[in-house]
């Protein structure tokens, strides 16, 4: 149910939307005043991003802070339209509702769908019979948004490929085609033309995210993982050297290699139960 207007959350969100009108307004703060749809773009995207990172982090006070940080950037966007007359906030919210009650027929109306499979299938459907009565053309790739990171975005892309048979049928069936991908960009390099080597190692990695969802590995998480580790065991890397009195920056590539090794070793071995 949606909220009451004098619900908490309302209250809340009435005194978000008087800040931003005091910080827009006549005597308001002069960054603000100046902001544009375009030049707050950036920050819509920071605040989701930190978002995510407090989620992964899974603490709730985290949480709590970075949800009210991206909600009011998002309040902040709606009020630059509604001060253009573009639209109000109320009806991108009530856009919104009609468009979730439109899709959930088996809740709001009278569709059955037993599983989420069925669910998937009514919702794929409906979003094709939204385009078509906007007279767009309605594509399986459907409309991912194109600021996606680049990674997320090819492995949804292929997803979407794969619901009309468009795919390989086993996770073995893709590696011959990474494998041709590497082969071609070894090839560019040979041929010393910059363009060529960037759209082929392009191919490589969209061959790898479509192997990722083969294996059952979100790409972007997979890479997040092996970047997180990689900046971790660097950082202790760097302890070890300036603990031996070693300034990293200094060091020969040698140093450094016989350094992120023992750090390495040192991860792999066993901890000794006590």
């Avoid at 949800?67 to 009011?72: A, H, K, M, R, S």
């Avoid at 899709?103 to 459907?125: K, L, Q, Y």
């Amino acid at each position: 149910m949606p909220p009451s207007p004098c619900s908490p959350a309302a209250l809340a969100m009435d005194r978000l939307l008087a800040i931003i009108r005091r910080l827009r307004g006549p005597g308001g703060c002069p960054w603000d005043r100046e902001q544009t749809p375009a030049s707050v773009r950036k920050y819509v995207l920071e605040e989701a991003y930190e978002l995510l990172d407090a989620l992964d982090q899974g603490r709730p006070e985290e949480i709590r802070e970075e949800i009210g940080d991206l909600v009011f950037m998002l309040l902040f966007l709606a009020h630059l339209f509604e001060e253009a007359g573009r639209f109000t906030l109320a009806e991108a919210l009530e856009a919104s509702g009609r468009k979730m009650i439109r899709r959930h027929p088996h809740i709001f109306g009278d569709v059955e769908a037993e599983d989420t499979e069925t669910v998937m299938a009514n919702w794929r459907e409906i979003k094709a019979e939204e385009a078509r009565s906007k007279g767009r053309r309605h594509s399986a790739l459907g409309n991912l948004p194109r600021a996606l990171p680049a990674l997320q975005r090819a492995y949804r892309v292929g997803e979407r490929a794969s619901r009309i048979g468009f795919d390989w049928d086993r996770a073995e069936d893709v590696l011959p085609k990474v494998r041709e991908e590497a082969e071609e960009l070894a090839g560019a390099r040979r041929t010393g033309d910059p363009g060529r080597v960037a759209a082929e190692l392009g191919d490589l990695l969209f061959s790898m995210a479509n192997l990722a969802r083969h294996l059952g590995v979100n790409p972007e998480e997979a890479l997040q993982g092996a970047t997180n580790r990689f900046v971790e065991r660097f950082q202790r890397m760097e302890a070890c050297l300036e603990a031996a009195g070693k300034d990293p920056a200094a060091c020969t590539p040698e140093e450094l290699d016989a350094a992120w090794n023992d750090v390495k070793r040192r991860e792999e071995e066993p901890v000794p139960r006590p």
